[in-house]
């Protein structure tokens, strides 16, 4: 069955103090991994997107990186405004391909 | 920036009754999605859509659900017969070729 798992679940920095979140996957053929952002009570908003492992994107703070398993994504020097849900999701290579399988999140809280 | 906008924010409903949550996805985009998010639980895929008919869809878009793109700007999501547990956050999303979606900010249903 295809999987995504993200851990820690939740995640509590000082303003600076940089860390990972992680996104680990099993799936039938991978076409795509996505990262999201969701804010309390909004729809997930779009970060990056990774096709193949050793391939990188950078935001900003926020940096995302794959490999054959998992993905991480890396925040450097968070601040306050970084608090939220981040949400990995994968589609599969199958016919359609048009579903995002996503993960439960890891929920950040940035205190300055 | 496009948005997705969705109509209503909320709705509260009868259990048994139908319901339409509507979506105008971003103009020049091909690709529409229905997602829901029970309150603390994953995003999942309901369903997608593509020149005019259903491209995929999940084991919980069974018969009680179904879409409609009444013209050329709209694109709505039907629940028949609701039930409680059909209470939860729905979602439109919009893409072009690649499905990472564009999010609305959702319609919340609650089905007493």
């Known amino acids: 069955e295809d999987q995504v798992t993200q851990s820690p679940e939740a995640l509590r920095l000082q303003e600076g103090e940089s860390s990972s979140l992680n996104c680990s996957y099993t799936?039938?053929?991978?076409?795509?991994l996505f990262w999201y952002r969701q804010d309390p009570g909004k729809g997930p908003e779009f970060l990056f997107t990774?096709?193949?492992a050793g391939e990188e994107k950078e935001k900003e703070r926020l940096k995302a990186t794959l490999t054959k398993k998992e993905s991480f994504l890396h925040i450097t020097a968070p601040k306050p405004e970084d608090s939220a849900t981040y949400l990995c999701?994968?589609?599969?290579?199958?016919?359609?391909?048009?579903?995002?399988?996503f993960g439960k999140g890891t929920t950040l809280s940035v205190s300055s | 920036e496009p948005e997705v906008t969705q109509t209503p924010s909320h709705q509260v409903t009868q259990m048994g009754q139908e319901v339409i949550l509507r979506c105008v996805p971003i103009?020049?985009?091909?690709?529409f999605y229905w997602y829901r998010q029970i309150l603390g639980q994953k995003v999942e895929f309901l369903v997608s859509?593509?020149?005019?008919?259903?491209?995929?869809k999940s084991e919980i878009f069974d018969d009680q659900f179904s879409v409609e793109r009444p013209d050329g700007s709209n694109f709505t999501l039907k629940i028949r017969s609701t039930k409680l547990e059909d209470s939860a956050m729905y979602f439109c999303?919009?893409?072009?070729?690649?499905?990472?979606?564009?999010f609305g900010s959702g319609t919340r249903l609650t089905v007493v």
């Open positions: 999303a919009s893409s072009e070729l690649i499905p990472k979606g564009t």
């Open positions: 799936v039938s053929g991978l076409r795509g």
């Open positions: 990774l096709y193949s």
């Open positions: 999701a994968v589609i599969r290579a199958n016919q359609a391909g048009t579903a995002l399988i």
């Open positions: 103009s020049n985009h091909l690709y």
């Open positions: 859509f593509y020149n005019n008919e259903i491209s995929e």
